[in-house]
T-cell receptor, first 111, second 115 residues
Framework: QKEVEQNSGPLSVPEGAIASLNCTYSDRGSQSFFWYRQYSGKSPELIMS????GDKEDGRFTAQLNKASQYVSLLIRDSQPSDSATYLCAVASGGSYIPTFGRGTSLIVHP | EPEVTQTPSHQVTQMGQEVILRCVPISNHLYFYWYRQILGQKVEFLVS????????KSEIFDDQFSVERPDGSNFTLKIRSTKLEDSAMYFCASRGGLFSSYEQYFGPGTRLTVT
């Protein structure tokens, strides 16, 4: 059974701060890692993908992957109230590349 | 920017009725997926579809479910005899071809309410 674990939160940060969201996964054979943002009642929206160990930056977002520790994180710099949402970590193994989703972490950015 | 579309946005049906949920994937994508999300729970994989056939399905995707690509653009999910526990958001997703990234793009979803 492939598991993807996230702290459900809520994680509350002030506007302008760095939000750090974490995810661990159970399948050592995982090869593809994704972060999605989901506003209440809406569909998941892809933020970033990462496939190799290390950091990947895209604008205010940085994804970090450590396969040895089976850990992936998402940093959001200069957090804005509009970043308030649930952030879903999704992890896929080779072959089918169908992601298993975590329950998500609720992020609240307060002015 | 190309996007996945889904219709209807909300479907209310009575238990035992058949429903068809429709999706138009991104036009040059080759892989198509259905997921569901029960309120307050995880996004769960139902089925994947490639080259006009099911490539993988989950335990949830039992005999009451079927998928079809009736033409070059639409991708449908049929639930033959709906149950109360089928009430959920159903998301269609698509991704590119063999040599593209593994990123999946989701449609806006169909909220299915079974009464």
């Amino acid at each position: 059974q492939k598991e993807v674990e996230q702290n459900s939160g809520p994680l509350s940060v002030p506007e302008g701060a760095i939000a750090s969201l974490n995810c661990t996964y159970s399948d050592r054979g995982s090869q593809s890692f994704f972060w999605y943002r989901q506003y209440s009642g809406k569909s998941p929206e892809l933020i970033m993908s990462i496939y190799s160990n290390g950091d990947k930056e895209d604008g205010r977002f940085t994804a970090q992957l450590n396969k040895a520790s089976q850990y992936v994180s998402l940093l959001i710099r200069d957090s804005q109230p509009s970043d308030s949402a649930t952030y879903l970590c999704a992890v896929a193994s080779g072959g089918s590349y169908i992601p298993t989703f975590g329950r998500g972490t609720s992020l609240i950015v307060h002015p | 920017e190309p996007e996945v579309t889904q219709t209807p946005s909300h479907q209310v049906t009575q238990m035992g009725q058949e429903v068809i949920l429709r999706c138009v994937p991104i036009s040059n994508h080759l892989y198509f997926y259905w997921y569901r999300q029960i309120l307050g729970q995880k996004v769960e994989f139902l089925v994947s579809f490639y080259n006009n056939e099911i490539s993988e399905k989950s335990e949830i995707f039992d005999d009451q479910f079927s998928v079809e690509r009736p033409d070059g653009s639409n991708f449908t999910l049929k639930i033959r005899s709906t149950k109360l526990e089928d009430s959920a958001m159903y998301f269609c997703a698509s991704r590119g071809g063999l040599f593209s990234s593994y990123e999946q793009y989701f449609g806006p979803g169909t909220r299915l309410t079974v009464t």
